[in-house]
DNA sequence: CTCCTTATTGCAGTTACTTGCAATAGAGAA
DNA sequence: TTCTCTATTGCAAGTAACTGCAATAAGGAG
């Protein structure tokens, strides 16, 4: 998965946002690191190009970038927080608690559920990155 | 929702797990609050008849308590941990973001998903209290 | 009732993440 | 290029929740 720097840079200052060097650095490591990334894997990376580069700084990016549906952030179980790159199609991941196998969910599969809440309640789920724990075939 | 904490202690005793005045204090709290609670609510509850019982203690009896289903948490978007009584029949939620309306959810409605995880990765879901996030009717 | 094993508690620190505030620096206007 | 406004950063403190360890106490055995 990679990201068009250029086109997202002109969509954050077209809204009043700053394109700063931090963000950038942060949204490049997201992106080189792939998957499922945790944020101090995300405060070390870039660390190591700008030492300067404060903690609060990374969570208060991979939140923006959030915010902008530009990264999904998942909480996981054990309390951490996984970012990852929000493509062009959203989606949704079935993980297993006990080995992490990750298996990626269309969109099309909760749109049935979704409907329903629409019909019965005239709820609007707003979630674009859900993950459901369980286990796997090989772990059950 | 109340509890009988005659048959949940039998159970627990079974299990090798013991029935401490810490623990039941800490149940009651959950049950004489309703709903939704938070840690901190609890904590201040219990805090009121016995000043010295410790915050760690509370975290860990509601973790408890998760661990052998007699209660359920939800993680909310502002980071929060709310917990609830589990009933008789496990169900989920929908959530509102801007009101805060709860609509409780079937574990039926969850199961044609649950099902097609099961028939098309082999993955089963284990989470037994899931919050959808979004908005109801009127805040939309 | 007493003893004994070990689950649980209280305490104090740690972790993951957030936030208030003054200083810095994008980026549009002149 | 310079000026100006204010979004963003760095820093340090704050929050919710978790954890290691020694002391306590539940509860089964005798």
Chains 1, 2 share one sequence.
Do not use: K, W
């Amino acid at each position: 998965m990679s990201h068009n720097m250029e086109e997202i840079a002109a969509r954050l200052r077209g809204a009043g946002y700053r394109v700063t060097p931090q963000r950038q650095l942060i949204l490049d490591a997201v992106c080189e690191l792939g998957g499922h990334v945790t944020a101090e894997a995300v405060y070390e990376s870039v660390q190591e190009i700008v030492p300067s580069l404060n903690q609060g700084t990374v969570y208060r990016a991979l939140n923006f970038f959030c915010d902008e549906r530009i990264v999904t952030a998942t909480r996981q179980p054990d309390g951490r927080t996984v970012y990852e790159l929000a493509g062009q199609n959203p989606h949704h991941h079935f993980v297993c608690q006990v080995c992490g196998a990750d298996y990626e969910v269309s969109q099309q599969m909760l749109r049935p559920l979704f409907e329903r809440a629409r019909q019965e309640y005239g709820f609007a789920v707003e979630m674009d990155h859900i993950s459901f724990f369980g286990r796997c075939r090989e772990c059950r």
